[in-house]
């Protein structure tokens, strides 16, 4: 009977492990790969000249996101990724955050990759963090990843792994290391192109990876970010682009893109891949002033126009029911967070109030979006920092003012915003570099139009924003500004103090923690 008794223990405390493992296996691993300043027309499948085939393959094999928004800058939309909140609401409205700023992203906030912990996944980040490291409570590993390898600021050589950053306080120009190892710095990978050490480590944590337990993946790679750096083997089937800027580009995106077939087949060698959902997107519209290309939307990184925030993306992964197939809903880089937490059976109960839906059902079966709006951005204090083209674009005060006539929603029509509700978008303030560049390799100057402080665009049927319609809609111009408004007052003071000279990592240092 004892004996019994035991064997029937050893069956049950089996199907305890089985059942609980085929528990674990439901919860798929999570890759996300974000490019940096990768532009709309950079990819194969838009139409480009620069070749993609990892990217297009993946991506046709799985969900083109055709209708997805990002930020048009760097930290705003790593924020909103690992926040699911708008950056109105971290008081990050306003740029990037500058190498010896005294701020991160709010140690409040709780964080993508600590929720999908508290799911039970093993959470690793490679690549550019950009959202704060003043002090160590604001690093990637005290913020929910269990492993880092990366940097902390933006813009470095992609070998050398330097970036130089003016030091206002100091009066100087500081170049340093930013390369860490967990919190440790990274000073043995001098040489090493970016893109291909960012993609080896990704590989290296998937291999070593133990497949009953779930994995994300953050891998937020610095290519296609300027500096043009590149190998020339990448470079050299580019030699029929003329622009020397547009050809180093194309050899980057073509590394870029190689990185991705890589990890996807260190996915699929280490048997993760038919329980893997693999998220690729664009943090911010390409550069223009350095071989980037929105063609043909209008304005580019840095700006409101289409050109800034339409991003390039794409779902793939054998758990998807409609594979194959493109998507015009409306996806905004704000809602990761809610979808990945929910694929991963996990909570957001603790977060705070999220600006995110859950869009599993949109991407994977085809369901209508849970999202009808999209707050692209209010920054009192936007300012472009780099030339723009053409005359000079900032909208005079007069035109500020007769604008004002509009604004009785209480808006102030001089601040620099966005918002789109259906296929509308209203635009107030100088929306940032507005011209139409022409298409890579075509002839033809900038076009410009004259701004207003208030425009309206059908997105949905003129998504190159060229006919502004707002003298013909003012129902939807007054209903828009009374959403802007509503955003307005739920927004949180901007966070945007002045260098700390303290930040000066000294003639041999390293970029890092201070404070
Ligand atoms: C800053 O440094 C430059 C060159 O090193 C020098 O010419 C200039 O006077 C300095 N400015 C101040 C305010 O110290
Ligand atoms: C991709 O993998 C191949 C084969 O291991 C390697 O030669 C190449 O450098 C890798 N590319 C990148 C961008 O890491
Ligand atoms: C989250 O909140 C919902 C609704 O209040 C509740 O049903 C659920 O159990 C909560 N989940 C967790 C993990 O706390």
């Given at each position: 009977?004892?004996?019994?008794?035991?064997?029937?223990?050893?069956?049950?405390?089996?199907?305890?492990v089985?059942?609980s493992?085929?528990?674990?296996?439901?919860?798929?691993?999570?890759?996300?790969?974000?490019?940096?300043?990768?532009g709309?027309?950079?990819?194969?499948?838009h139409g480009?000249?620069?070749?993609?085939?990892?990217?297009?393959?993946?991506?046709a094999?799985?969900?083109?996101?055709?209708n997805?928004?990002?930020?048009?800058l760097?930290?705003?939309?790593?924020?909103?990724?690992?926040t699911?909140?708008?950056?109105?609401?971290?008081?990050?409205?306003?740029?990037i955050?500058?190498?010896?700023?005294?701020?991160?992203?709010?140690?409040?906030?709780?964080?993508?990759?600590?929720?999908?912990?508290?799911?039970?996944y093993?959470?690793?980040?490679?690549?550019?963090?950009h959202?704060?490291m003043?002090?160590?409570?604001?690093?990637?590993?005290?913020r929910?990843?269990?492993?880092?390898?990366?940097?902390?600021?933006?813009?470095?050589?992609?070998?050398s792994?330097?970036?130089?950053?003016?030091?206002?306080?100091?009066n100087?120009?500081?170049?340093?290391?930013?390369?860490?190892?967990?919190?440790e710095?990274?000073?043995g990978y001098k040489?090493?192109?970016?893109?291909?050490?960012l993609?080896?480590?990704?590989?290296?944590?998937?291999?070593?990876?133990?497949?009953?337990?779930?994995l994300?993946?953050y891998?937020?790679?610095?290519?296609?970010?300027?500096?043009?750096?590149?190998?020339?083997?990448?470079?050299?089937?580019?030699?029929?682009?003329?622009?020397?800027?547009?050809?180093?580009?194309?050899?980057?995106?073509?590394?870029?893109d190689?990185?991705?077939?890589n990890?996807?087949?260190?996915?699929?060698?280490?048997?993760?891949?038919?329980?893997?959902?693999?998220?690729?997107s664009?943090?911010?519209g390409?550069?223009?002033?350095?071989?980037?290309s929105?063609?043909?939307?209008r304005?580019?990184?840095?700006?409101?126009?289409?050109?800034?925030?339409r991003?390039?993306?794409?779902?793939?992964?054998?758990?998807?029911k409609?594979?194959?197939?493109?998507?015009?809903e409306?996806?905004?880089?704000?809602?990761?967070?809610?979808?990945?937490?929910?694929?991963?059976?996990?909570?957001?109960?603790?977060?705070?109030?999220l600006?995110?839906?859950?869009?599993?059902?949109?991407?994977?079966?085809?369901?209508?979006?849970?999202?009808?709006?999209?707050?692209?951005?209010?920054?009192?204090?936007?300012?472009d920092?780099?030339?723009?083209?053409?005359?000079?674009?900032?909208?005079t005060l007069?035109?500020?003012?007769?604008?004002?006539?509009?604004?009785?929603?209480?808006?102030?029509?001089?601040?620099?915003?966005?918002?789109?509700?259906s296929?509308?978008?209203l635009?107030?303030?100088?929306?940032?570099?507005?011209?139409?560049?022409?298409?890579?390799?075509?002839n033809?100057?900038?076009k410009?139009?004259?701004l207003?402080?208030i425009?309206?665009?059908?997105i949905?049927?003129?998504?190159?924003?060229?006919?502004?319609?707002?003298?013909q809609?003012?129902?939807?111009?007054?209903?828009?500004?009374?959403?802007?408004?509503?955003?307005?007052k739920?927004?949180?003071?901007?966070?945007?103090p002045?260098?700390?000279?303290?930040?000066?990592?000294?003639?041999?240092?390293?970029?890092?923690?201070?404070?």
């Amino acid at each position: 009977m004892a004996k019994r008794q035991s064997h029937y223990s050893l069956i049950i405390a089996a199907l305890i492990v089985s059942f609980s493992s085929v528990l674990a296996a439901r919860q798929p691993h999570v890759v996300f790969i974000l490019a940096d300043d990768f532009g709309w027309y950079d990819v194969g499948y838009h139409g480009s000249e620069i070749k993609t085939p990892n990217l297009d393959k993946l991506s046709a094999t799985g969900v083109r996101l055709e209708n997805y928004y990002v930020q048009p800058l760097c930290t705003p939309s790593r924020n909103q990724l690992m926040t699911g909140r708008y950056q109105i609401h971290t008081g990050m409205q306003h740029q990037i955050i500058w190498p010896c700023q005294p701020y991160c992203v709010p140690l409040d906030e709780k964080m993508l990759p600590q929720l999908m912990k508290e799911a039970g996944y093993a959470t690793h980040m490679v690549g550019k963090w950009h959202l704060g490291m003043y002090k160590k409570d604001c690093l990637p590993t005290r913020r929910g990843f269990d492993s880092f390898f990366g940097y902390l600021t933006g813009s470095e050589d992609y070998y050398s792994h330097f970036r130089c950053s003016p030091i206002h306080a100091l009066n100087l120009t500081r170049c340093a290391l930013d390369l860490r190892e967990g919190e440790e710095v990274a000073s043995g990978y001098k040489g090493d192109y970016s893109t291909e050490l960012l993609s080896q480590r990704a590989i290296s944590i998937i291999a070593k990876h133990n497949p009953n337990k779930p994995l994300f993946l953050y891998t937020a790679l610095q290519a296609v970010h300027s500096p043009l750096q590149v190998p020339e083997r990448y470079v050299a089937p580019y030699s029929f682009i003329k622009d020397p800027h547009r050809r180093l580009y194309a050899g980057m995106v073509s590394a870029m893109d190689e990185a991705v077939g890589n990890i996807t087949l260190a996915l699929q060698q280490a048997g993760l891949w038919d329980n893997t959902v693999l998220v690729f997107s664009t943090d911010n519209g390409g550069q223009t002033l350095t071989g980037g290309s929105n063609w043909p939307l209008r304005g580019r990184k840095w700006s409101l126009w289409e050109g800034g925030v339409r991003g390039v993306a794409f779902v793939t992964s054998p758990l998807l029911k409609q594979p194959g197939t493109i998507s015009h809903e409306l996806i905004h880089i704000s809602d990761w967070l809610p979808t990945l937490v929910g694929l991963a059976g996990g909570s957001t109960n603790a977060t705070k109030p999220l600006d995110g839906f859950n869009v599993w059902s949109t991407i994977s079966k085809g369901f209508a979006s849970p999202r009808l709006e999209l707050l692209h951005n209010i920054d009192p204090l936007y300012i472009d920092i780099a030339p723009c083209p053409g005359t000079k674009r900032q909208l005079t005060l007069a035109q500020v003012v007769s604008g004002d006539s509009r604004a009785n929603s209480g808006f102030n029509v001089s601040i620099h915003a966005a918002i789109r509700s259906s296929n509308w978008k209203l635009l107030t303030g100088y929306p940032g570099c507005d011209v139409w560049f022409p298409q890579p390799g075509h002839n033809g100057s900038v076009k410009v139009d004259p701004l207003k402080p208030i425009m309206l665009f059908d997105i949905e049927k003129d998504p190159e924003e060229r006919n502004e319609v707002s003298a013909q809609f003012p129902a939807v111009v007054d209903y828009l500004l009374t959403r802007l408004q509503h955003y307005q007052k739920s927004a949180s003071p901007i966070i945007f103090p002045d260098d700390d000279p303290r930040c000066d990592p000294g003639p041999t240092g390293a970029w890092g923690p201070w404070a």
